[in-house]
Structure formats: structure tokens, C-alpha cells
């Protein structure tokens, strides 16, 4: 079963960057049929997409985030990362990572297993 | 982007009662939606895909419909574990451009 998990600082320092990191667990980061994604949630907040990775690299941003934003991916320890430079307190939020699986009933990648989360605080 | 947006806000449904929440998207994304249920401290669980695809190990009291703009989540016989948080999400363009809507919370009456 797929399980996914991220680590991180928990809290960061305004201006600063943030390195998350989502460990995939039973299951391979290089499955041809996925993507990798990360999702998150400010508190009491929605939901927001951030951006999604390829095991090959090729990656995508939110266009807001795109100037701060680094998603890469390690397939030696299936692993996939987040870095976010110049921190403020809008990126205080629950942090998921989430495989994106191809559904042909859609054609598309839809989030369908995801990790519990981290939480990041953004101090000053 | 495209915006979604979800009604009501929150809704108040007895225990075996039936819930119908509404998603609408900004612009047409076909059948790309998904449906997903958040409890507190946990994370989105997949519910519904391509509109109305259930996810795997989804009961059948939940189902979704529509296409385009205007779309339904509908949970029949409402059980305690149902109250909760639903949020749509839209997956319609690659290169990727996901949005989510604001979320309805169903309550218990």
C-alpha cells in the first residue's frame, strides 16, 4: 500500500527557505503512470495547489509561486523535495505531498494518495 | 485560473438523511473534477473522480455528477463519519493549473 510522508523545520524564519521533503513508501517514485505533488493548507484555510514533478524532473508551478518555487526529486531514495525561498507569513500552512495517479477515465492526473502532513510557521 | 466555487458553505443534514453539494467552475473543465473529504488533522481522502468515477473503496452512497461548469456531490443515509469538510478540485489544463473550491462543511443537525 502507498504511504506517503513529509518532514520539515515545522518553523521557519521570515525571509528564509523552507526544504520540505515527502518519502514514498511501498511503491516507486519512477512508476511511468504518476506524478508528484505538493498541495497545501493555511490555517482554518482551502486548499492550494503548489506544483507537481515527473521522476524525471520535468516539473510544474503555481504561476504565483513560480519566481520562489523548486520542486526536485531523488529516485536513489524515492523521495521528491519543495524549497521556497523568501518565506512570509502567507506561506504559514499544513504542507501535503500527494501522488498525482493517471486516470483514464479522466486522462488526467488526479491526487489520490497523500501524506498527513507538515506543518510550517512562518515567524518574523 | 480557474475559479470554483462550492454552495453552501455549509450545510446542516440529520444522520440518514441525504446531502447534495454543488461545485461551479469558472469556465468548462469537461468532466476533470474531483471530489475529496477532509476530517480535522487529517488529510483530503479521494472520493470521486472524472466526476463520477468513485475512488477505490468509496461506498456507493456516495456519487457525483455533471460535466462543463455545474457539478453534484450527493452522500445518501448520512453516517457520523460523512460530517465533514468536501472540497472539488479541478485538474482540466496540462501543463498543470489545479484549483480547488473554497470547501462546504456538512454539519449534523
Known amino acids: 500500500q502507498l504511504q506517503l510522508e513529509e518532514s520539515g523545520p515545522g518553523l521557519v524564519t521570515s525571509s528564509e527557505t523552507l526544504s520540505l521533503t515527502c518519502r514514498v513508501f511501498?511503491?516507486?517514485?519512477?512508476?511511468?503512470?504518476?506524478?508528484w505533488g505538493w498541495v497545501r493548507q493555511p490555517p482554518g484555510g482551502g486548499l492550494e495547489w503548489i506544483g507537481t514533478?515527473?521522476?524525471?524532473?520535468?516539473?510544474y508551478y503555481k504561476e504565483s509561486l513560480k519566481s520562489r518555487l523548486t520542486l526536485s526529486v531523488d529516485t536513489s531514495k524515492n523521495q521528491f523535495s519543495l524549497r521556497l525561498t523568501s518565506l512570509t507569513a502567507a506561506d504559514t500552512a499544513l504542507y501535503f505531498c500527494?501522488?498525482?495517479?493517471?486516470?483514464?477515465?479522466?486522462?488526467?492526473?488526479?491526487?489520490?494518495?497523500w501524506g498527513r502532513g507538515t506543518l510550517v510557521t512562518v515567524s518574523s | 485560473e480557474i475559479v470554483l466555487t462550492q454552495s453552501p458553505a455549509t450545510l446542516y443534514v440529520s444522520p440518514g438523511e441525504s446531502a447534495t453539494l454543488s461545485c461551479r467552475a469558472s469556465?468548462?473543465?469537461?468532466?476533470?473534477l474531483a471530489w475529496y473529504q477532509q476530517t480535522p488533522g487529517q488529510a483530503p481522502r479521494l472520493l470521486i473522480y472524472?466526476?463520477?468515477t468513485r475512488a477505490t473503496g468509496i461506498p456507493a452512497r456516495f456519487s457525483g455528477s455533471g460535466s462543463g461548469r455545474d457539478f453534484t456531490l450527493t452522500i445518501t443515509s448520512l453516517q457520523s463519519a460523512d460530517f465533514a469538510v468536501y472540497y472539488c478540485?479541478?485538474?482540466?489544463?496540462?501543463?498543470?493549473?489545479?484549483?480547488f473550491g473554497q470547501g462546504t462543511k456538512l454539519e449534523m443537525k
Open positions: 511501498g511503491g516507486s517514485i519512477s512508476a511511468i503512470s504518476s506524478y
Open positions: 469556465e468548462s473543465i469537461a468532466i476533470n
Open positions: 478540485h479541478q485538474y482540466y489544463a496540462w501543463p498543470p493549473e489545479d484549483t
Open positions: 514533478i515527473y521522476f524525471r524532473g520535468t516539473s
Open positions: 500527494a501522488r498525482q495517479a493517471y486516470k483514464s477515465e479522466s486522462s488526467a492526473y488526479v491526487p489520490d494518495v
Open positions: 472524472g466526476a463520477s
